[in-house]
């Protein structure tokens, strides 16, 4: 059955539910999809201590917070995943795994997900030892040995938090330099049960047939094996925007070029988020991008009446 609506979201992280709520109030008929968790990679995220206003916030917290906010007005949201955007004159044909939507509007917030290493044994203990989430899988190792591979800000950050409850936590950087705020590489290395690796590649991840028991490292061209338990990777992020390489809307790197107006140069096609080309990747540059766009939607329609 064919159902018309003035604006589809596609993605709920904090960009999406932004947009939602804007949408939402000023009268706007539009629906929201999102196949997994709301919140997106927020959700991955342990403290936050840089959003204005808030002290302090788990990520889940957050993302939890805003998806009650969006249930409160009356949001619904469908769990369709979007498998392709046919645009047609002025409108916009979106074929879901369930049904297909028409709209004149589409605002893209599907995020982006973890670069993985791609080297032997990734695959064969993915989720069997080795994850991408310390808040979400970092219990499951209280007081073992872990390693996070990393040397931004995601990874520092990690390897604090699993401090606080595993039994050893080792940093595997492939630089001799991290890409993190000064403050929290510091508190890192203070940490008496953490050790910094610096200029290692990793070779191999390494186990039985089910569980992880360690991860093969290169350094200085000599092999090293360090025994853990659990490894958390953290090495970059890949944009989810494989569905929209056919309307002409990403960039080199798969990101999606946005302008000020949070529109890409399809008329009618917004996106907000992590899933954009742009200088600044936070939470709060993400909820300004889904609102902007937002606005400009209603705005249009405002100028119809």
Do not use: W
Not at 62 to 86: D, F, H, P, R, W
Not at 149 to 172: D, F, P, Q, W
Not at 183 to 188: A, C, H, M, T, V
Request: proline share 3%; net charge neutral; hydrophobic share 40%.
């Amino acid at each position: 059955m064919n159902k018309t609506y003035n604006t589809i979201i596609i993605g709920a992280g904090v960009a999406g539910m932004s947009a939602a709520i804007y949408l939402k109030r000023a009268g706007i008929n539009f629906i929201i999809f999102e196949k997994e968790m709301p919140g997106g990679q927020v959700n991955r995220t342990s403290d936050i201590e840089n959003y204005p206003g808030i002290v302090s916030i788990k990520g889940p917290d957050l993302a939890m917070n805003m998806y009650k906010q969006i249930l409160n007005l009356g949001i619904v949201l469908s769990t369709e995943n979007v498998e392709k955007i046919i645009k047609k004159g002025k409108r916009f044909t979106v074929e879901t795994s369930k049904d297909i939507y028409t709209c004149k509007n589409i605002i893209i917030a599907t995020g982006r997900r973890p670069k993985k290493l791609d080297v032997p044994g990734e695959e064969k203990y993915l989720n069997h030892g080795i994850s991408f989430c310390a808040v979400c899988d970092g219990f499951f190792f209280k007081n073992k040995d872990v390693a996070v591979i990393g040397g931004g800000r995601a990874a520092i950050e990690e390897a604090l938090y699993l401090s606080n409850i595993c039994n050893k936590v080792t940093l595997i950087h492939r630089r001799d330099s991290f890409r993190a705020d000064d403050n929290l590489i510091e508190s890192l290395k203070s940490r008496k049960n953490v050790e910094i690796i610096i200029n290692a590649i990793v070779k191999e991840f390494i186990g039985d047939e089910t569980t992880l028991t360690g991860i093969k490292l290169e350094i200085n061209n000599e092999e090293q094996i360090i025994p853990v338990a659990g490894c958390f990777t953290y090495i970059g992020q890949i944009p989810n925007t494989e569905i929209f390489k056919d309307i002409e809307i990403l960039n080199n790197d798969n990101y999606i070029v946005i302008d000020r107006d949070s529109e890409t140069k399809v008329p009618g096609i917004y996106a907000a988020g992590d899933c954009c080309k742009k200088q600044v990747y936070q939470i709060i540059t993400a909820e300004s991008e889904g609102i902007i766009a937002a606005n400009m939607i209603i705005t249009k329609e405002n100028t119809k009446k």
